[in-house]
Every structure is written in structure tokens, then in C-alpha cells.
């Protein structure tokens, strides 16, 4: 177990240091002379159970400071120590109040009241994340993760835990409160390789869904429509699972299953204008937008004689997951960020838009099979002119399974925002040739528009 000791005046360090040591033995006190080494400490030496603030501190505000700590690192065991005029002067008494594991120390040290505090502080942090939060319960009830997942958040919406035994399971992480990667660093040194997610109803509901959609996608007497509809539903799933949880075993598998159910399915529609026949365009949302993204993607293979299944696969994996950090559909239609349309957007949303292909690029290195991936995701959003984003890349610098890729984007962007009609298919495709002429863009775009001729 870890504390940190925030304090300007390093004889008290010393102070601080013996106490401990006489004392707390067991517990490591690290020193920070200010709130941002404290804050760097946090993010990359803990796990810290407790945190103590000198509330003489000239360059921080104590109370600012220990908020900071909360917002960024999680709630954690806090002792104020100061003068009583001190700690008047330079304690929010209502986040004093509101938080339980908020301790104040007046001063001058009195070294049995001081070590008083300080167990009191310890005995929460034990109560909080670990000696209470053993739990003896069967196996199946928990999701194994592997612990590199836990480096996409800083917040789960589920309660983590540790295998001790076959049995017994220790509560590390709380659901809805922030961690560090600190904290998984520290269960990388120790050998874990795993966490567990405790399967509340939500996630049940999602793996009860994954099961439902695997059953239906494995039925060859299902109609293509029907395939399509379980497809949608499929990426629905996997959207919010991978937000939520991250790609566990169990999501990965199911994309594999996703994705290779588009060739199997395009092949009973034999061609696109079939698949743009009995697509079920109907919210133009982001599953829908996904999987016919793919089915254009595995068109636009086959025209171009892609043999190779890996390079298909890669285009699936791709339409599935490019845009899933996205919060609703009206955001993947904004091609440009300097747009009307983006502008219209809060700062969070220009922030999440401008990310989302380097985060689904990241998550894409998760998926073992699939190389090369993450620098397609991170295309997306790319166009021939260099007005895309979030490079600004040339046709000259776009790989050709990328150019097919932002083509397949593009094109079914365009039907969300028009709709899926003849006509809109027609004239989108008529105004990709001249814009689609360059570079690995320029066969793809003709041999999209023969195929909607064709």
C-alpha cells in the first residue's frame, strides 16, 4: 500500500517519513513538493490509497487541488493537515462534508492523534476496495478480460475483480469510479493477466443477445433480409459492448462470426444493386451504415479480384468497428471539420469526432488476425483532396484498401444523409467519378459506378 504526502516544506517530510516508519511500516509514503508532481505520481506510481495535503501550500489551492485528484485519479482516502485557521481558511467545508473519506488534522502533530487519523484513513481504504470486497461466488458469473483492455478507459460501468481462487474473487476496480494506469501497471507487475467483469443484467443482456444473433447467423435456411436484420442487430451489440467492457473473447469471436457471414450472404444477393434492393435502410443509423459499409466493401473486393480473404476480413473488421465511439449517426455524416455542421457540435463532440479513428484504431489492435487494421480505421476519414481528417492525407498517400474503404464510407454516408433510393444512389455515385479520380481512389469509384449501372 502506497500514501502521498503533498507538502512545500521538506522537514516535514522527514517528519512524516519517521512517523510512518515507526507506525505504518508496511505503508510507503511517497513526498511531492507540489499538485502537479502529485497528480504525475498518481497517474504512474500508484495505486495510492491514501493521500495527505498540507494545507500550507503556496503554489496549489488544497482544496482545488484534492478535487483535481478525485476527478482525475478517483475518490480516495484524503487528510487535510494544517492550523485550525489553516484549515478554516483553506478547506471547502462542503466538500469536507460530502465526502466520507475526507479527514482533517490539526496541527502541531501530536504523533498517537495523527496516527489516529492516518488508520482511519488506511481502515477506509481497506473497507473500499479490498478486505470487504471479497467475494465467494461460481466462476461463471464473471467475464475474464485481459488486462490490457483496461489501458482504452479510465472509468468501467462494472465492479473489477482479481481471481484469488477457483472461488474467491477480490474487488480491485469500482464500477463508475475513475482508476489510473497506474493501478493496472501495478497488476501488470504482478503477474496478472486477467480482471473480471461481475456479470450484472446489462451484461448478461449483451451476451444473451451475442448468443440470440450467433443462432440466427448460423442457420442456412435464414433469408438474406434476415441475415441483414441480424447483422444490424449484431453491430448494435457490439457497439455497445466494446464502449462499455472493451473486446473481451467473447466480442472478438462474434465479430469474426459477423464478418464472415457478409460474404456467405452477399453471394445468395450475387451483386450490389441485389444487396441495395433488400437492405433495410430504415433509421440509417450507425449499425446499419456498418454493415453496409461492409457489404460494399466485400462488392467493390470482389470487382477488383481481391483473392486474398484476409484483405476482405480486414474491410469487415474495419465497417464494424470504424465509427463505434461515435454517439449517434448525424455525427459519422460530418466529413469535414471545418464544416457548418461541425461547428454546431459542443466542444466534447468536436473533441470525440476529431479522435474517434485514432480510439477505434487502438481498440483494433485488440483483435488478433487482422494486421494492419488500425491504419485503415485511422483513414477513414481521410479524402483524396487532403481535406479530410485527421492527417489530411493526399490520394498519393492512401493505400488501396484504405481509398476502398473511405469510397464504401463515403458512399453510404451519403445514402444516410439522401436516403436509399435509386436516385440518390445514382447521383451519388455520378458525382463520386470526378471527385474519386486520383490515386488508389480512381478504379474503386469507376467500378462502383458499374456496378450500380451494370
Request: proline share 3%; glycine share 4%; aromatic share 10%.
Amino acid at each position: 500500500m502506497k500514501a502521498l504526502f503533498i507538502c512545500d516544506n521538506k522537514e516535514e517530510w522527514n517528519l512524516l517519513r519517521n512517523i510512518f516508519h515507526a507506525h505504518f511500516s508496511k505503508v510507503e509514503l511517497i513526498c511531492a513538493i507540489k499538485g502537479a508532481d502529485a497528480l504525475n505520481y498518481l497517474s504512474f506510481e500508484g495505486p495510492f490509497a491514501l493521500v495527505i495535503i498540507d494545507c500550507s501550500i503556496k503554489d496549489d489551492d488544497p482544496s482545488d487541488l484534492a478535487k483535481e485528484i478525485f476527478d482525475t485519479s478517483g475518490e480516495r482516502a484524503t487528510i487535510f493537515i494544517g492550523t485550525e485557521a489553516m484549515i478554516k481558511d483553506r478547506v471547502d467545508e462542503q466538500f469536507y462534508m460530502e465526502n466520507e473519506m475526507v479527514f482533517l488534522y490539526k496541527k502541531p502533530f501530536d504523533p498517537i492523534k495523527f496516527k489516529g487519523v492516518v488508520q482511519e484513513s488506511i481502515d477506509w481504504a481497506k473497507k473500499e476496495d479490498f478486505e470487504n470486497s471479497i467475494v465467494e461466488i461460481n466462476k461463471d458469473d464473471y467475464l475474464p478480460l485481459r488486462l490490457k483492455n483496461f489501458y482504452l478507459f479510465d472509468i468501467v460501468p462494472y465492479d473489477v475483480y482479481i481471481e484469488l481462487t477457483k472461488t474467491k474473487f477480490v474487488k480491485v476496480i469500482t464500477a463508475n469510479k475513475k482508476y489510473t494506469q497506474s493501478t493496472i501497471q501495478d497488476f501488470q507487475r504482478r503477474n496478472i493477466r486477467h480482471l473480471y467483469l461481475h456479470k450484472n443484467e446489462h451484461l448478461k443482456f449483451l451476451e444473451s443477445s451475442i448468443e440470440k444473433i450467433t443462432l440466427t447467423l448460423s442457420q442456412k435456411a435464414n433469408q438474406p433480409r434476415m441475415i441483414i436484420q441480424a447483422q444490424i442487430a449484431g453491430v448494435l451489440v457490439i457497439h455497445q459492448y466494446l464502449r462499455d467492457i472493451g473486446p473481451s473473447e467473447i466480442v472478438i469471436k462474434f465479430c469474426e462470426l459477423l464478418i464472415d457471414s457478409v460474404p456467405k450472404n452477399f453471394r445468395y444477393l450475387q451483386d450490389l444493386k441485389s444487396v441495395l434492393n433488400n437492405f433495410p435502410f430504415e433509421n440509417a443509423d450507425l449499425a446499419e451504415q456498418s454493415v453496409l459499409k461492409a457489404y460494399v466493401c466485400e462488392a467493390l473486393s470482389r470487382e477488383l479480384d481481391w483473392r486474398s480473404d484476409l484483405s476482405r476480413r480486414k474491410l469487415g473488421l474495419t465497417s464494424i468497428i470504424h465509427d463505434c465511439y461515435l454517439e449517434n449517426e448525424d455525427m459519422a455524416k460530418i466529413s469535414h471539420i471545418d464544416s457548418a455542421e461541425f461547428e454546431m457540435l459542443n466542444n466534447d463532440q468536436q473533441e470525440l469526432l476529431k479522435e474517434h479513428p485514432n480510439k477505434a484504431a487502438e481498440l483494433a489492435r485488440h483483435f488478433n488476425g487482422f494486421t494492419d487494421v488500425e491504419f485503415i480505421i485511422q483513414e477513414h476519414q481521410e479524402l483524396p483532396d487532403g481535406s479530410g481528417y485527421p492527417r489530411g492525407l493526399i490520394a498519393s498517400k492512401i493505400t488501396a484498401i484504405s481509398a476502398v474503404f473511405i469510397i464504401a464510407n463515403n458512399f453510404v454516408t451519403q445514402l444516410a444523409i439522401n436516403g436509399l433510393s435509386k436516385t440518390s444512389v445514382h447521383n451519388t455515385v455520378a458525382g463520386f467519378i470526378s471527385y474519386y479520380n486520383l490515386g488508389n481512389f480512381k478504379e474503386p469509384s469507376k467500378l462502383l459506378k458499374k456496378m450500380i449501372k451494370g
